[in-house]
């Protein structure tokens, strides 16, 4: 909805966010009621850059955090506002926050793309907050924050491309490898493989020395003999 | 502004603040607008109280906080947001947040009625918070206040012999297919491999699957009929 991309620039704009990445926006870009609620923030203090899809939205991106009410059991950190905030703070740039439609929130394959999950204290008796509020939250969270906390000593993370190559490259050995049986069980395994690499925070170099093991490993010298 | 009045309600509510008070609201009350933006708040979570002057609707309160970006120059404590709520909370029954209407903000006169201002941290090139986020931020700050926070619920967590195991396991096939080239190397990628599936923090389920995904890949259908 534009009105709520409008409200979330505007609130961006007040404490300082100036960063804004729309996957898919529903009603096109621009958005005269995004304009219209954003009060001027759209006009200079926010830049606002639209994406195909949110693969292409974090290809640059080292860490990211989804906002959502319902873990689904995935195995990620849960974080509340400020402790997601002083973990973007501590990272640096090549850091976002995702938001999902109001009403029906991220989907599963975009929560599954996360570092971690941001969940908010609300009242479990009514608990839907509204997408501009949510990131208004984030926003204020971030603001007051510790300020640029101590870069903590990290070696050079990889990209998110990377690493979803990386876990791309596994699958589609694993599915040349008739690993994925019965067929039904595919997407909760993918869902848990792309879970547990993007948790690891690979480092380039770990990347890479991955990538080769799984090379080695598919076409071993006993593989390479049978060809 | 009805929509605001609603927005507000319906942060309130999902931060557990039930207690609304409105003072001579421009557009009437009840207001359809802000029925719409409460999306249910006000049947029910929050209940709103309609005054026709400031001085009646705190009549009954002990400590009073006004919201504002001015304090011009009076003589009161100036709290941010989370300040703010933890006097609040302190304080017990009786206590209120002033806000003013969204473009003009509060009078002098309201501002002079509270014992202290909360003021937000807001970006001076764009300070002018819309009404209902700044409500959205006080409420979460007040949720956020105090009170011991709900333990995070984690996953169970794979032992440290099943993390190592892993890696052993890995690292066998690693060798066997002639991954280790040259040998100085091994050591190095030892401990970088280690370190990945370490920090990744894996479940027994995660173990488990990446095991067998190990094994699909040594000994995957062409390599098995090579041997």
Same mark, same amino acid.
């Given at each position: 909805m534009g009105e709520n991309i409008g409200a979330a620039a505007r609130v961006m704009a007040n404490f300082g966010l100036a960063d804004l990445r729309l996957v898919a926006p529903r009603d096109g870009w621009p958005n005269e009621k995004a304009e219209a609620m954003a009060a001027g923030a759209l006009e200079g203090p926010v830049s $606002?850059?639209?994406? +195909? %899809? =949110?693969?292409? $939205?974090?290809? %640059?991106? @080292?860490? &990211? &955090? $989804?906002? @959502? +009410?319902?873990?689904? *059991?995935?195995?990620k950190p849960v974080l509340v506002p400020g402790e997601a905030a002083g973990e973007l703070r501590a990272r640096g740039a090549g850091t976002a926050v995702l938001f999902g439609a109001e009403k029906s929130g991220l989907p599963n394959e975009a929560v599954a793309r996360a570092d971690a999950i941001v969940t908010y204290p609300v009242d479990s008796a009514f608990p839907s907050l509204n997408l501009a509020? $949510? &990131?208004g939250v984030f926003a204020y969270a971030w603001a007051t924050g510790a #300020?640029?906390?101590?870069?903590?000593?990290?070696?050079?993370?990889? /990209?998110?491309?990377e690493t979803? %190559?990386? !876990? %791309? *490259? =596994?699958l589609a050995e694993l599915e040349e490898a008739r690993f994925f049986f019965p067929p039904e069980k595919v997407e909760m395994m993918e =869902?848990? !493989?792309? +879970?547990a690499f993007d948790r690891a925070g690979? @480092? /380039?170099?770990? !990347?890479? @020395?991955?990538? #080769?093991a799984i090379k080695a490993l598919a076409n071993g010298p006993k593989r390479r003999r049978s060809e």
């Open positions: $606002a850059a639209v994406f +195909a %899809d =949110l693969d292409a $939205a974090i290809a %640059d991106l @080292t860490y &990211v &955090v $989804a906002a @959502t +009410a319902r873990p689904r *059991h995935l195995e509020q $949510a &990131v #300020g640029p906390a101590e870069p903590l000593a990290r070696p050079e993370p990889a /990209s998110k491309k979803r %190559d990386l !876990v %791309d *490259h =596994l =869902l848990n !493989v792309r +879970a690979l @480092t /380039s170099q770990e !990347v890479s @020395t991955l990538r #080769g």
